[in-house]
């Protein structure tokens, strides 16, 4: 099935020949559709914190930040922008000369609204020698679409999300890798007033991320009186998927095999290379301006002093199981930790003798630990999974809810 020219290939990536197998059989089987055990609510999977609770927790966090603990903001930015204008490239590649489609039109009509829509009058001007409003007025409308997405106006069709201007201020618009240094600045700064931040990124962006950080943090550190301590990296080839033909085989172009990035979830690779007790992760492109800022701020630090809280009692629970000094009563504690405030459950812990249960408590929670926002969607389930049972994210479930298949998680 493999050619030598192909076993250097995968050696040259860092990917064994048994992993690239296991992904053909995967193609060939199939993936399993997950079991659901039931919805996810409040007190079943779900906590809804009251005002005390929030005010805990936000004085947990400030409590950490005061300390000598890490924090980091961990931001995955390699998403091109060409999926965003799709309708406009088809506008480009269209017969027609005037916005047609809903898209289209709709574009052409907000087109002052985009925080890029000075830098596009710019670029008009000097490519077209004239302004948007007149090349719009006589028809050129394509023109205009030419100078947003292509190299010799904004390039916009070719960079990532994390350098398209975002959002419009007074003084000057932002792109989002600016926000999230703002962010950053509100709710991640330590008793050093350091902010730490890194960007995973495609490499071939790697310079113009770079150059962004270093044009803008300047003038923020100066703003919020801090110093950002930014970082970047890229995704490992060895957690790409190998591309495959319709009947499963190897793909392979001008010989050699053809291979995709892996989704986001390979980036779990470059977050286990950074040293951090609490790490912020989110999008590049889900940011909000000032305006809606203080909401995003606020529960960050809520879910964050959560997390403080929680990490504060794992630690301890753990302490104590490595001591082997606990009593039976201790354990159940501990069963009711999990259920309570990690949302895992395993009805059968009752079968197990003590010595068991503490293997098995220890192995649940010497583990890092996530917590996330609810979203309130119409369709959250419990998923069953080996020993534990807990909400995450899934697109696939099986057929008594496949049409109901996307669920979030609480504090897994």
């Given amino acids: 099935m493999f050619t030598e020219s192909d076993l250097q290939q995968l050696k040259d990536k860092g990917i064994s020949q048994s992993a690239i197998e296991a992904q053909l059989q995967h193609f060939k089987q199939g993936f399993p559709y997950l079991e659901l055990q039931g919805s996810a609510t409040p007190g079943h ?3 809804v914190p009251d005002e005390a609770d929030e005010a805990a927790w936000l004085a947990a966090w400030q409590g950490f930040l005061k300390g000598s603990g890490r924090v980091l903001k ?68 394509k023109a205009v679409v030419r100078n947003l997405l292509m190299p010799q106006g904004l390039n916009y069709g070719a960079l990532p999300k994390g350098l398209l201007l ?5 003084g000057a618009p932002r792109t989002s890798v600016v926000e999230h240094l703002v962010e950053g600045a509100l709710y991640a700064c330590n008793a050093q007033r350091e902010v730490n ?97 203080d909401i995003t701020v606020r529960y960050k630090q809520v879910l964050a ?28 504690d501990i069963i009711h930790f999990l259920q309570r405030g990690l949302c895992t459950r395993y009805d059968d812990t009752k079968l197990l003798e003590d010595a068991e249960l503490a293997v098995y408590l220890r192995h649940k929670l010497n583990r890092p630990i996530r917590t996330t926002g609810m979203v309130r969607i119409p369709c959250r389930f419990w998923k069953v ?17 496949r049409t109901s298949t996307l669920s979030t998680w609480c504090a897994v």
């Avoid at 975002?166 to 007074?170: A, G």
């Avoid at 930014?230 to 190998?242: G, H, Y």
């Avoid at 104590?320 to 039976?328: M, V």
Wanted: charged share 25%.
């Fill in 45 to 47: 999977g779900m906590l």
């Fill in 305 to 332: 002093g959560l997390l403080v809280q929680l990490r504060a009692q794992t630690f301890e629970y753990l302490r104590l199981l490595e001591s082997g000094q606990y009593t039976h009563e201790q354990l159940v």
């Fill in 166 to 170: 975002f959002h419009r201020y007074p």
């Fill in 197 to 293: 931040l890194h960007f995973t990124v495609s490499p071939e962006h790697l310079p113009l991320f770079e150059a962004a950080v270093q044009a803008t943090a300047p003038a923020l550190e100066a703003l919020f009186g801090l110093k950002y301590n930014v970082s970047f990296s890229v995704q490992k080839s060895a957690t790409d998927t190998l591309a495959a033909t319709a009947d499963n085989q190897p793909f392979r172009e001008d010989g050699r095999l053809v291979f995709r990035p892996g989704g986001h979830g390979s980036l779990i690779e470059n977050l286990n290379d950074l040293d951090a007790d609490i790490v912020f992760i989110k999008n590049i492109d889900n940011v909000v301006p000032d305006r809606l800022k």
């Fill in 385 to 401: 999974r080996r020993l534990t049972c807990q909400t995450r994210p899934r697109r696939r479930c099986s057929n008594k809810a």
């Fill in 74 to 141: 961990f931001v995955p930015a390699s998403g091109a922008a060409s999926r965003m204008f799709k309708d406009l490239y088809t506008f480009l590649d269209a017969a027609y000369e005037v916005p047609t489609t809903k898209a289209e039109v709709a574009f052409f009509k907000g087109i002052k609204d985009f925080a890029f829509y000075e830098a596009l009058e710019v670029a008009c001007r000097r490519n077209e020698g004239t302004g948007i409003d007149a090349l719009v007025a006589k028809g050129a409308y």
